[in-house]
């Protein structure tokens, strides 16, 4: 049994910060690909960031210059960094991980519960 778990979502102020983190727990060989998603109300689920094994990152065009994705493999957690938060940002953020987990399955995509963040003065 794989879970995901997120914290550090909130309300915080435009032009804040917030960084969420999501950890993989269970039984896990390796983890491949690991990235968050948000989904705002009434739109849908939209790709943020995500960051391979070896730390290649992409993000969408909304997030790059103010959120940096990061994770420890060692703790099969993945981050995110928000800055200089805009009113547009605020949505559920969910964390993916892409998981093996043993050698008898194929890897698969696995998801957190979510965590909301509130962007609002």
């Known amino acids: 049994q794989v879970q995901l778990v997120e914290s550090g979502g909130g309300l915080v102020q435009p032009g804040g910060s917030l960084r969420l983190s999501c950890a993989a727990s269970g039984s896990i060989l390796t983890i491949n690909t690991m990235g968050w998603y948000r989904q705002a109300p009434g739109k849908e689920r939209e790709m943020v960031a995500r960051?391979?094994?070896?730390?290649?990152?992409d993000y969408a065009d909304s997030a790059k210059g103010r959120f940096t994705i990061s994770r420890d493999n060692a703790k099969n957690t993945v981050y995110l960094q928000m800055n200089n938060l805009k009113p547009e940002d605020t949505a559920v953020y969910y964390c993916t991980a892409n998981i093996r987990a043993d050698i008898y399955m194929y890897y698969k995509n696995y998801w957190g519960q979510g965590t909301q963040v509130a962007v609002s003065s």
């Open positions: 960051i391979t094994s070896d730390g290649g990152t």
